[in-house]
């Protein structure tokens, strides 16, 4: 039977058999000439290298919907810079990029810095803040799509159908978070399994009927990197700069929009990209950094929705967690044994309580410091204290996608 199933507070969009994509992307086209979409890929350098990327640009060479393309790059020389313009020159869509480490705009993130505001950290977060500028200074868009550039199993048809629900005036929705099954011969998605999911459920058995923490329970895949929204949002969230990008990003959606105008939609039937090492003994590295980065960006969240946290609490938080993050690693087990898949159970507990610590480290860093570090500003705070922040920015990327290329680069 398809999974057609609706859970939560958000709406759930499966894939119901066969997809016909030609009509998918034959209403985007026709919807895009009203309602513009600008699509956001924060890349690595490193990454141009890649299969994935290779694929990926291969597949959006069939994509006619999409108006631009802005590519945000991260740490990378002049040269290198070069070489990713000759990368993407291929694609047959408007391409900008976004050289975050050139001299334009570090003097731009510099004006920002000389007027209190935070821009955080070099990362995936900073980058795609920068590109959602970008996209804003060109007043023509209504809808920005954002994928990663690490998908191995990448197809044309998880992009039309992460769009799709914010561009449809018919659907008409602010904000659209992918899903999608991580599964080989054995079970992926350690950080939603064996993390974000246990440590919601526990977080409602001790807290109750919480709003938010039902909102954030309610997505299938809360930490996946896909989603589209309307350009709006992209002007008044602000973006946490580490590892708890996701869970940021959904806090500021809860806060900026109704939950009606919120879904989800299954873009993929399996998503394969590059895995983290878990990193037991280093809590700066890996999934172990990961982890503490996520929980303080949960907790911060629910600090600021009032809850009150102590030394008892998180106790109880951590005895709770480990209990119920045991009870679904043998559902894990057994869903696993069920599909013939393999199943490690050392590797899997050894995740369980490398999470376990990450969380008690966690929790040592709010109880020291319960703001920490700010997040980016929101757009429309930055255009607040700089009116004409976003032409600055306009004229960067352009200035700088003026650099002519040096070599050919292989697709």
Same mark, same amino acid.
């Given at each position: 039977? &398809?999974?057609?199933?609706?859970? *939560?507070? =958000?709406?759930?969009?499966? $894939?119901?058999?066969? #997809?016909? +994509?030609?009509?998918?992307?034959?209403?985007?086209?026709?919807?895009?000439?009203?309602?513009?979409?600008?699509?956001?890929?924060?890349?690595?350098?490193?990454?141009?290298?890649?299969?994935?990327?290779?694929?990926?640009?291969?597949?959006?060479?069939?994509?006619?919907?999409?108006?631009?393309?802005?590519?945000?790059?991260?740490?990378?020389?002049?040269?290198?810079?070069?070489?990713?313009?000759?990368?993407?020159?291929?694609?047959?869509?408007?391409?900008?990029?976004?050289?975050?480490?050139?001299?334009?705009?570090?003097?731009?993130?510099?004006?920002?810095?000389?007027?209190?505001?935070?821009?955080?950290?070099?990362?995936?977060?900073? &980058?795609?803040?920068?590109?959602? *500028?970008? =996209?804003?200074?060109?007043? $023509?868009?209504?809808? #920005?799509? +954002?994928?990663?550039?690490?998908?191995?199993?990448?197809?044309?048809?998880?992009?039309?159908?992460?769009?799709?629900?914010?561009?449809?005036?018919?659907?008409?929705?602010?904000?659209?978070?992918?899903?999608?099954?991580?599964?080989?011969?054995?079970?992926?998605?350690?950080?939603?399994?064996?993390?974000?999911?246990?440590?919601?459920?526990?977080?409602?058995?001790?807290?109750?009927?919480?709003?938010?923490?039902?909102?954030?329970?309610?997505?299938?895949?809360?930490?996946?990197?896909?989603?589209?929204?309307?350009?709006?949002?992209?002007?008044?969230?602000?973006?946490?700069?580490?590892?708890?990008?996701?869970?940021?990003?959904?806090?500021?959606?809860?806060?900026?929009?109704?939950?009606?105008?919120?879904?989800?939609?299954?873009?993929?039937?399996?998503?394969?990209?590059?895995?983290?090492?878990?990193?037991?003994?280093?809590?700066?590295?890996?999934?172990?950094?990961?982890?503490?980065?996520?929980?303080?960006?949960?907790?911060?969240?629910?600090?600021?929705?009032?809850?009150?946290?102590?030394?008892?609490?998180?106790?109880?938080?951590?005895?709770?967690?480990?209990?119920?993050?045991?009870?679904?690693?043998?559902?894990?087990?057994?869903?696993?044994?069920?599909?013939?898949?393999?199943?490690?159970?050392?590797?899997?507990?050894?995740?369980?309580?490398?999470?376990?610590?990450?969380?008690?480290?966690?929790?040592?860093?709010?109880?020291?410091?319960?703001?920490?570090?700010?997040?980016?500003?929101?757009?429309?705070?930055?255009?607040?204290?700089?009116?004409?922040?976003?032409?600055?920015?306009?004229?960067?990327?352009?200035?700088?996608?003026?650099?002519?290329?040096?070599?050919?680069?292989?697709?």
């Amino acid at each position: 039977m &398809s999974d057609f199933y609706q859970t *939560g507070v =958000v709406a759930t969009f499966h $894939r119901l058999g066969r #997809i016909n +994509l030609e009509k998918i992307e034959a209403e985007l086209s026709w919807y895009a000439n009203e309602r513009p979409i600008a699509l956001v890929l924060p890349s690595l350098y490193s990454e141009l290298e890649g299969e994935a990327l290779k694929g990926i640009a291969r597949e959006l060479r069939e994509v006619k919907y999409i108006s631009e393309i802005v590519v945000t790059l991260g740490p990378a020389s002049e040269e290198e810079f070069r070489n990713a313009k000759e990368f993407f020159s291929a694609l047959p869509q408007k391409v900008s990029i976004i050289w975050n480490t050139g001299p334009r705009i570090s003097e731009i993130y510099k004006t920002i810095e000389r007027a209190e505001l935070p821009t955080g950290e070099h990362g995936k977060g900073r &980058s795609a803040w920068m590109a959602y *500028g970008y =996209v804003l200074s060109q007043q $023509r868009f209504q809808t #920005i799509a +954002l994928h990663d550039c690490d998908i191995l199993t990448y197809s044309r048809d998880m992009l039309a159908r992460l769009c799709y629900p914010v561009t449809s005036p018919s659907l008409d929705y602010d904000f659209c978070k992918g899903f999608y099954s991580r599964v080989t011969d054995r079970l992926h998605g350690r950080m939603t399994r064996l993390l974000v999911t246990p440590l919601m459920r526990s977080l409602q058995k001790i807290l109750g009927h919480l709003p938010i923490l039902i909102f954030f329970d309610s997505f299938r895949y809360p930490l996946a990197g896909e989603f589209s929204m309307d350009v709006d949002l992209a002007r008044v969230n602000r973006i946490p700069g580490d590892w708890g990008l996701e869970v940021g990003v959904l806090a500021e959606v809860y806060r900026n929009t109704s939950l009606r105008r919120v879904c989800q939609a299954d873009i993929a039937e399996n998503y394969e990209h590059k895995h983290q090492e878990l990193s037991p003994e280093d809590a700066t590295k890996g999934l172990h950094k990961m982890c503490v980065d996520i929980c303080k960006s949960l907790f911060r969240t629910l600090a600021s929705e009032g809850i009150v946290f102590s030394d008892g609490f998180f106790k109880t938080l951590v005895a709770t967690y480990t209990k119920t993050a045991q009870d679904m690693l043998k559902r894990y087990e057994d869903d696993a044994a069920i599909n013939g898949l393999i199943f490690d159970r050392h590797a899997e507990s050894l995740a369980v309580e490398t999470f376990t610590n990450g969380i008690k480290k966690a929790a040592e860093i709010i109880t020291e410091d319960p703001l920490g570090v700010p997040l980016i500003s929101s757009w429309d705070r930055v255009t607040s204290a700089i009116p004409d922040i976003l032409v600055r920015i306009r004229e960067a990327v352009e200035e700088d996608n003026k650099i002519k290329t040096t070599r050919k680069m292989r697709q």
